[in-house]
């Protein structure tokens, strides 16, 4: 339970490195699980929940940190993200690693600044506790989005859906047997609806290279051409 959901993203982080393209995976979902977890550790401090859901967060901040550093690397030189950037100060969309440290830093700095003001306050403890796994709810829907703009799930790995599927069907019904706080119950059957509708996406689409893609690699063989000419 706290090792197999960021072990989901191995193999993620891996075809993006053979690749050396990103294009297919969304970088918000790094966004999320980050601001999501981080949440979630002020939350336990508030409210003693299993350990191990505590051990999850801590290795899913740091698997999640690798893979955005990965993902940054290795931007598509088409962004099929276009939407991002109508963002207002290109929130999550910056070029350099740095710049989304720097925020991750102000953002936990922020977050136990309000958890020592109203840490004692069971509504804000019961309030936070519903962000943090409200957040990590919508972790599918960036993804989603980007298949839909796309038209396919090229560069988004079989195994991590097949991973986000059966860990969040897996945490669904521990959370219901262990009786863990209302929070996570809800959140986990959101979770759940979203990650059946990337699915029906897979069937409907598919995984070939997106247009956009397609005429990239058809620019790039011609020039090949021409400079062999």
């Not at 891996?14 to 949440?39: E, H, M, P, Q, Y």
């Amino acid at each position: 339970m706290a090792v197999g959901p960021p072990l989901v993203y191995v193999d993620q982080g891996i075809s993006i490195v053979r690749k050396k393209d990103s294009t297919g995976f969304s970088r918000d979902v790094c966004a999320i699980l980050l601001t999501a977890n981080i949440t979630r550790c002020f939350f336990w401090l508030g409210k003693h929940f299993e350990l191990t859901l505590l051990l999850q967060s801590i290795f899913m901040i740091i698997a999640q940190l690798i893979l955005l550093y990965i993902c940054i690397r290795y931007r598509p030189r088409t962004n099929p993200e276009n939407y991002a950037s109508s963002r207002p100060l290109a929130f999550w969309q910056w070029s350099s690693y740095a710049q989304h440290i720097e925020f991750l830093i102000g953002f936990t700095l922020c977050s136990a600044i309000l958890f020592l003001i109203f840490g004692r306050s069971e509504i804000y403890v019961s309030i936070m506790g519903f962000v943090a796994l409200g957040l990590e709810s919508t972790l599918p829907i960036p993804q989603m989005i980007s298949n839909y703009k796309q038209r396919s799930l090229y560069g988004f790995r079989a195994s991590t859906l097949l991973g986000w599927v059966g860990g969040d069907s897996f945490k669904t019904v521990y959370f219901f047997l262990q009786g863990s706080p209302l929070q996570f119950k809800v959140c986990a059957i959101f979770q759940l609806s979203v990650d059946v509708a990337i699915v029906l996406q897979r069937l409907w689409y598919g995984n070939a290279p997106p247009a956009a893609t397609l005429a990239e690699e058809d620019d790039l063989e011609q020039a090949l051409a021409l400079a062999e000419e």
